[in-house]
């Protein structure tokens, strides 16, 4: 409970953590620290003119890379270097990094466990197969202590010495609005605890969360899997969605916003009436601009 437990300012692991993983060293055991963020921090912000960094093409933020010294968009690759100064006001050395990626964690890890073998198990750092396996085989021989990984550490390894798993930021996911976020947030992190303790050893889960209340996290500490089920899908019955229903969206895409805008609305005019059948819309699609092309959404609900 990070309401309790809450780290120091820029830090990202608890105290009990902490306590835990030193714990599971001095026993020659294995720990995965789960984030599913790459790069090192999420968010880059100028601190004299306060502008966010973000993609020049897409409406999305530009992710820090301190590996490769790069601010990159995760929608369409583009990126600039970090020594370019803020986008806005072209101030250098004023960009604040805010938020832990996997990169930031491995910093944190190195400065509290010096004498630790660390790895970090992301797309960035292993874009190949034979270094996938390479890396693999040495956590299954045992030469590394303390794995940092994103989504591609949560399923199809198995580490004999790995005891203890811990999840950085359990509530990453939860949040955008997505009918099937507490649904995919507890499969993730079911998939995710169940790297720890597949040997004789018994094993341990942590998720760091600031909301234990979230039926989700609720489910995963109880271990009642059917129950959250079955309340998710009360929820979704009584708000006609999927798997009671079916979603369909229609996306149109421009590279001029104001034709863009007018077609739409134009197009909503014709809407054709169906009985059981809805069609919401226009809007603007979860992510409104990607590769230089403006994009709103139709969706359709409908029994099937």
Request: with cysteine; charged share 20%.
């Amino acid at each position: 409970n990070l309401t309790k437990f809450n780290p120091s300012s820029s830090k990202w692991i608890s105290t009990p953590l902490i306590l835990e993983i030193q714990k599971r060293l001095n026993s020659d055991q294995q720990i995965l620290l789960y984030l599913n963020r790459r790069g090192y921090a999420p968010l880059a912000v100028c601190s004299e003119c306060g502008v966010k960094q973000s993609c020049h093409q897409c409406d999305s933020l530009l992710v820090t890379h301190k590996l490769k010294n790069q601010l990159s968009c995760h929608q369409c690759g583009a990126s600039r270097s970090l020594l370019d100064g803020c986008q806005s006001c072209g101030r250098v050395e004023t960009i604040q990094l805010v938020g832990p990626g996997v990169e930031r964690l491995a910093e944190e890890v190195y400065l509290l466990f010096p004498e630790a073998r660390v790895i970090i198990l992301s797309s960035d750092t292993l874009n190949n197969h034979k270094q996938i396996a390479m890396t693999i085989k040495s956590i299954e021989d045992g030469k590394v202590d303390i794995i940092i990984g994103t989504q591609m550490v949560a399923k199809g390894h198995h580490f004999p010495r790995l005891t203890c798993v811990a999840v950085i930021d359990g509530d990453l996911g939860l949040s955008g609005g997505d009918l099937r976020a507490g649904e995919r947030t507890f499969q993730m992190l079911s998939q995710v605890a169940g790297r720890s303790g597949r040997e004789n050893q018994p094993g341990t889960v942590f998720i760091q969360t600031a909301e234990p209340a979230h039926p989700a996290m609720l489910a995963l500490k109880s271990q009642k899997r059917d129950a959250y089920f079955k309340l998710e899908l009360e929820m979704r019955l009584s708000a006609n969605m999927p798997p009671y229903s079916r979603l369909a969206a229609i996306i149109y895409s421009s590279l001029n916003e104001k034709a863009l805008s007018k077609y739409v609305n134009d197009l909503s005019f014709y809407k054709p009436k169906f009985e059981d059948v809805n069609i919401f819309g226009p809007a603007p699609a979860p992510i409104y601009q990607i590769k230089g092309r403006y994009r709103v959404r139709f969706l359709l609900n409908a029994p099937k």
